[in-house]
């Protein structure tokens, strides 16, 4: 297992133990981390249906990023990237304040909002690009051969 899995594992676990000690369940308490999901799910649908598709020689779909899903990666991670760096970097009062009023408890729920924010940008433009190629093949596949000449006297 790389250090990755190991990295998101650990903050898989530490939501979960960030659940035991009660809390209120109210819209305010889950507003960030899922809007943080939604807006990766929202990249990752724009990168998707940004991913040039075509069929390939043996008929399976060829896919291409172009600008447009390069940059909503790129975009991503660099806000996540830049969010880190701010937070360690004068912010850190500020974003502690807006936690404070939001009831969002600790640096590891905004750890846990960014991974799962990675990770549904991730799923979502694999399984766009996905469905996509499937309807791609599909149609290449119900498309009839041209019939020959000869065959056709």
């Known amino acids: 297992m790389s250090i990755n899995m190991y990295v998101i594992n650990a903050i898989l ?9 009660e809390h209120p369940l109210d819209l305010r308490a889950l507003a960030v981390p899922v809007l943080a999901v939604a807006a990766g799910a929202a990249m990752g649908a724009i990168g998707g249906l940004a991913t040039r598709l075509r069929p390939g020689p043996d008929g399976r779909p060829l896919g291409r990023a172009g600008w447009i899903a390069a940059g909503t990666w790129i975009g991503g991670v660099g806000g996540r990237m830049a969010f880190a760096f701010a937070a360690t970097h004068g912010a850190g009062p500020a974003i ?6 939001h009831q969002i408890t600790g640096s590891a729920a905004w750890v846990a909002a960014l991974v799962m924010m990675a990770l549904a940008d991730v799923l979502t433009r694999l399984i766009v690009v996905y469905l996509r190629g499937r309807r791609l093949t599909g149609t290449v596949a119900t498309t009839p051969a ?3 000449a000869a065959a056709r006297a």
């Open 146 to 148: 041209p019939v020959p």
């Open 96 to 101: 502690a304040r807006f936690s404070l009023a």
């Open 13 to 21: 676990v530490l939501m979960v133990i960030r659940q035991i000690r």
